[in-house]
């Protein structure tokens, strides 16, 4: 049928205004590549992690994830791109201890704020922190361990001042009357040779750096920081089951988005990832056979993983206290 031209006018005159919405009023999400931002340098967990778990999103959101690697102030620099970016889905962090939940804490200059600024997808996995000792130290146990450091010092290694192990060694120490003397590494890889070869006794560490020295008897974890044993190293009692009750710390990886992104982008970025991890995929079965657990059902959803995020930001506010630590 015929416009008329009364018709015409007025379909003219709402021209200049469409084209004022969104990209979103025309196109459904994703449209366009996503860029997944991983705020440390290549070839640790949160890139390997990232890496993983964006071949998989974009599987399952039929656009291509790329990932950019934007290290640099213990993971304050990718962060605030992310939070500062315009709220549409498509720049994403892989987020992690340090930017989300241990940076507020032992940094005086951060330009975004965790909680108000970024908005949680899912939580992905976490790898447990654990000790580590040498093969002469005496001690054999958690209890052993404990008592040992009260009567002589004994060095214990983790991957920095600040750092999430740190937190942990904070923690332990309180909680147990240890007296742990802290030796502090630029990351958990450098302190493992001279972990070996007994420069120093121990290690707080993360679970999947730890399990190969272990596995290959050149140094021996005696506890993990989990609520069950891991499979790959059923032998390894928890640290619970040391007696350091409800003990559990490690370093978690998940998926944020800036804030006041829609509520129905986060739910297809939320679903892309537990399409991702879902029972035995492979790509869950690749994180677990690097020392990792995935996260559960309710953790992979925004608000189990907001709750996860504000548990862990008490847990670093209360190691920084402990640990002496103030903002500089």
């Known amino acids: ?75 304050s620099i990718g962060a605030e791109l992310v939070a500062h970016a315009t709220p549409d889905g498509y720049l994403l962090l892989v987020g992690s201890n340090g930017p989300l939940t241990v940076n507020p804490f032992v940094q005086a200059k951060m330009t975004y704020d965790p909680l108000k600024d970024l908005a949680p997808v899912a939580l992905t996995s976490y790898v447990p922190h654990v000790i580590i000792v040498t093969n002469s130290l005496p001690a054999k146990t958690i209890p052993e361990l404990i008592a040992l450091s009260q009567k002589q010092q004994v060095s214990i290694a983790t991957s920095g001042v600040g750092s999430a192990t740190h937190m942990t060694l904070a923690r332990f120490n309180a909680q147990t009357g240890a007296k742990l003397v802290h030796v502090p590494y630029r990351s958990g890889g450098s302190l493992l040779p001279d972990l070996i070869s007994g420069h120093i006794q121990a290690a707080m560490t993360e679970f999947s750096t730890a399990l190969p020295q272990h596995k290959g008897g ?44 829609p509520k129905d982008v986060i739910a297809k970025l939320q679903a892309s990832v537990v399409k991702t991890l879902s029972g035995n995929s492979a790509s869950a079965e690749k994180l677990r056979n690097m020392g990792s657990e995935i996260a559960t059902a309710e953790q992979m959803t925004s608000e189990g993983f907001g709750a996860f995020i504000h548990t862990e930001y008490e847990h670093s506010r209360e190691a920084a206290k402990l640990a002496g630590l103030k903002p500089r």
Do not use: C, W
């Not at 891991?230 to 804030?259: C, H, R």
């Open 218 to 261: 050149k140094a021996r974890i005696i506890g993990i920081a989990a609520a069950k044993r891991s499979k790959l190293a059923p032998e390894v009692p928890t640290m619970i089951e040391g007696g350091v009750k409800d003990f559990v710390a490690s370093i978690y990886i998940g998926i944020v988005a800036p804030a006041h992104t």
């Open 1 to 75: 049928m015929p416009l008329s031209r009364r018709t015409l006018v007025k379909s003219l005159g709402l021209a200049p205004a469409l084209t004022l919405l969104p990209r979103t009023a025309f196109a459904a999400y994703p449209d366009r590549p996503i860029h997944l931002v991983v705020p440390f340098a290549p070839g640790g967990n949160a890139d390997i992690v990232g890496r993983l778990v964006g071949q998989g999103m974009s599987d399952a959101l039929k656009q291509p994830v790329v990932v950019d690697n934007r290290g640099g102030a213990g993971g």
